[in-house]
């Protein structure tokens, strides 16, 4: 009798915990609904260094990208989503980390004005109408393939460059009809393109295939993409995948990992950046300082030199085994890299137009910097001869815009005449000395010498006390090479805007400027298509034909 009392009671005890965190678990997801349907737009807070830390269990609803055993990840089919973009000046990171986990969802009244986008997918998980898989005669069909610039990241659908394109396309030819998908999938590496395209997206029976991948191809995550897919193999841990249905388990991760998270500060950033640029140990500081020797982390890479050619070639061949063209896109900021040489090797060898987004987003930064400097009438004097001793004075230069300096601009950045990493420390003027041009205008300067050579990463802030990491700027270091070409002993910076990176939405991506700049080059190559012209006297001549 007492063993039968005994396993009663134990059998009580379970039944009561197992309906306890099922009331919890059915608790949590009422409130994560609530929650959710309250939201308005979803902020995109960036970091510095990229280093996001653990996102709150809630926002899971919201996610863009799920699991897939081929592809490593896809987006998710009909989702809708509404974004508001927080690459702006905040006062400390603090700010940041609390709109990203806060519950509540608020806009504070600060960044209400801020730059907002929309997505919204089909059925296959693409940002585009549904495809229709019959391709109509009347029809010329392009198909986008690429990673989250190909996507849009950052602006509204019609301003992504596949449908940019569609509507210059529709617009300068009036008899065509031509048909843009957008197939761009955030984080694709060109591996997963090629099991794209081999899968499904050549079955849509294009005309032209636009290639776009190698920012992500690059990148040094410690793994191969091509090791990670084993098909059916990549869900057979059943237990995580069971786990990570349960919102009760998800919220106590969450609590244990954001105890643990110990988040870098700004000035360990750029300690970090600094000794990447010194050392050449990352793709980032080989791509914008042209550090040699990029072998030693390749191997480190999401997909390799070899396995990335091999990868756009097969892409080639089986658009042309199809009958369809192929353009390649560069589409990165960074100009510097060994993926972009592959592409032009590839299009040298292979004879496939080749448009590089990465030049046409510098070329329209410098286009804005000259304008800036003509309207505020801040162009440099001519170039003098260098110093006998080598060092090169820098002034630095940060338009306030609209935001009010109530005590004055700092630099901060990884060298001792730069504050050594310290904030609020190195003060900027607007008096007409220290370098500055033109007292009150709004420009602050700070001048300072260094030898050729030296690498320079800095940040802004905003009138806080010294020592605080307060009144930041974007979160984004700039930095740049000292480099006197022209032999010159003053070097004027490009006036930088404070909450402000020309061309650029994110730390990542170019805005809609620059998608439209690789939509009306992708225009321009498609104007001397033989397979565009082609259609278009077909089509020139059924409609004259059609008409009585």
Do not use: C
Not at 14 to 35: D, K, Q
Not at 380 to 385: D, G
């Amino acid at each position: 009798m007492q063993r039968k009392a005994f396993t009663n009671e134990i059998a009580t005890g379970i039944a009561v915990t197992l309906v306890g965190f099922a009331i919890i678990e059915a608790l949590l997801r009422i409130a994560y609904f609530v929650r959710n349907s309250m939201v308005d737009y979803i902020p995109l807070v960036y970091d510095i260094r990229d280093e996001y830390g653990v996102a709150p269990p809630w926002l899971d609803g919201f996610r863009i990208l799920e699991r897939d055993n081929f592809l490593l990840w896809k987006n998710r089919p009909n989702v809708q989503g509404r974004y508001l973009d927080v690459f702006t000046p905040v006062n400390t990171e603090d700010e940041r980390v609390s709109l990203r986990r806060q519950f509540f969802p608020r806009i504070p009244d600060s960044l209400k004005a801020n730059p907002t986008w929309k997505i919204s997918l089909n059925s296959e998980g693409f940002r585009d109408v549904e495809f229709a898989k019959a391709k109509s005669a009347s029809s010329f069909r392009i198909i986008s393939l690429g990673d989250s610039w190909t996507f849009g990241a950052n602006v509204d659908q019609i301003n992504a460059y596949p449908r940019q394109l569609m509507a210059m396309l529709n617009r300068d030819f009036l008899q065509g009809n031509f048909e843009v998908f957008n197939l761009g999938v955030m984080g694709y590496s060109s591996y997963q393109g090629l099991e794209l395209m081999r899968r499904s997206a050549i079955n849509l029976n294009p005309d032209v295939v636009v290639i776009g991948f190698g920012m992500n191809d690059s990148r040094v995550a410690g793994y191969r993409d091509k090791d990670l897919s084993r098909g059916p193999a990549l869900s057979s841990n059943w237990i995580h995948l069971s786990l990570e249905k349960i919102e009760f388990y998800k919220l106590l991760r969450y609590l244990v990992l954001v105890l643990k998270n110990k988040p870098t500060s700004i000035g360990d950033g750029l300690k970090a950046e600094a000794e990447s640029a010194r050392t050449g140990d990352d793709v980032l500081a080989r791509r914008r300082f042209g550090k040699s020797g990029y072998e030693d982390v390749e191997s480190w890479t999401r997909v390799s030199l070899g396995d990335y050619e091999n990868n756009l070639l097969e892409m080639i061949d089986l658009a042309r085994n199809q009958g369809a063209g192929v353009i390649l896109l560069y589409n990165e900021l960074w100009t510097e890299s060994p993926y972009r040489t592959v592409l032009e090797k590839i299009s040298r060898t292979r004879g496939v137009p080749f448009v590089d987004s990465s030049a046409l987003v510098i070329a329209a930064q410098k286009e804005i910097e000259a304008e800036l400097e003509k309207k505020l009438d801040l162009r440099p004097r001519k170039p003098q001869r260098s110093n006998a001793d080598g060092e090169i004075e820098v002034i630095f230069r940060v338009f306030a815009d609209k935001w009010s300096v109530p005590k004055a601009m700092y630099i901060a950045g990884n060298h001792p005449k730069l504050g050594n990493l310290a904030p609020n420390k190195i003060a900027m003027y607007d008096d007409g000395t220290h370098g500055d041009q033109r007292a009150g205008d709004h420009v602050w300067s700070y001048s300072a010498t260094f030898s050729t050579g030296t690498n320079i990463f800095h940040v802004y802030t905003n009138s806080a006390e010294e020592g605080k990491w307060e009144g930041l700027d974007v979160p984004h270091i700039r930095g740049f090479t000292v480099d006197s070409q022209n032999g010159e002993a003053k070097l004027y910076r490009p006036i930088e805007t404070f909450g402000r990176i020309y061309m650029q939405a994110d730390p990542w991506h170019t805005n809609a400027v620059g998608y439209e700049l690789i939509a009306k080059a992708l225009l321009d190559v498609l104007k001397k298509n033989d397979r565009v012209k082609d259609y278009l006297r077909q089509a020139k001549s059924n409609r004259s034909k059609s008409i009585p």
